[in-house]
Structure formats: structure tokens, C-alpha cells
């Protein structure tokens, strides 16, 4: 079965850093584009950031571009996303997904709040 297991939110002051980290299993992470997306309260799902598998390129939605990078580890099938300078307007649930930027696979998802 697909599983992404993602992990690595928190409560964070506003100029923080997270890393978060997507741990994949069922498939091999090579084989597919990878991305994340988030769901901020109330809002509706807005892709984030997405990696294709067929030569690394990147997307990062223009609100992120800059301060996230996401970056694929295929020795542990984990994907992570790296989150310098969060604004409190980065808070919400962060999922990691297969295939962007159609997604036919995500996981459950981790909490990030931005707040002083």
C-alpha cells in the first residue's frame, strides 16, 4: 500500500525555521514527481512546492519562493521540505503528495503554526 507519513510541524516564532520530512513507503520515490501542499484554516488547499522526478526541477508557489526548498533523499524514500524566514500566514496543515501537481496520493498531514 502507499503510505506518506508526514512529520515535523510545530509551534513557531515568525523569522523560524522547520524542516518537515514525508517518509514514503509502497512505492519508490525516483518513479514519481513529489510535492507538498497546505491547507491553511479555513482556506482551501494550495500547492506549495513540487519536485519532478524526471530531472530535479522545482516549483515553488510565488508566496514561499525563496524561503521553502524541498529536496528528495531516494536512499530513505523521504521527502522534506525546508521552511526559513515563516510568516504567521505560513500557519496551517502541511501534507506531502505523490504525483504533483495532480496528486493522487497524500498523507495525513502536520500542524504548522506560526505565531509570537
Known amino acids: 500500500d502507499v503510505q506518506l507519513q508526514a512529520s515535523g510541524g510545530g509551534l513557531v516564532q515568525p523569522g523560524g525555521s522547520l524542516r518537515l520530512s514525508c517518509a514514503a513507503s509502497?512505492?519508490?520515490?525516483?518513479?514519481?514527481?513529489m510535492g507538498w501542499f497546505r491547507q491553511a484554516p479555513g482556506g482551501e488547499p494550495e500547492g506549495i512546492s513540487c519536485?519532478?522526478?524526471?530531472?530535479?526541477?522545482?516549483y515553488y508557489l510565488d508566496s514561499v519562493k525563496g524561503r521553502f526548498t524541498i529536496s528528495v533523499d531516494n536512499a530513505r524514500n523521504t521527502v522534506y521540505l525546508l521552511m526559513d524566514s515563516l510568516k504567521p500566514e505560513d500557519t496551517g496543515v502541511y501534507y506531502c503528495?505523490?504525483?504533483?501537481?495532480?496528486?493522487?496520493?497524500w498523507g495525513q498531514g502536520t500542524l504548522v503554526t506560526v505565531s509570537s
Open positions: 503528495a505523490r504525483a504533483c501537481p495532480n496528486y493522487d496520493y
Open positions: 509502497g512505492f519508490t520515490l525516483d518513479d514519481f514527481n
Open positions: 519536485r519532478r522526478n524526471s530531472d530535479g526541477s522545482t
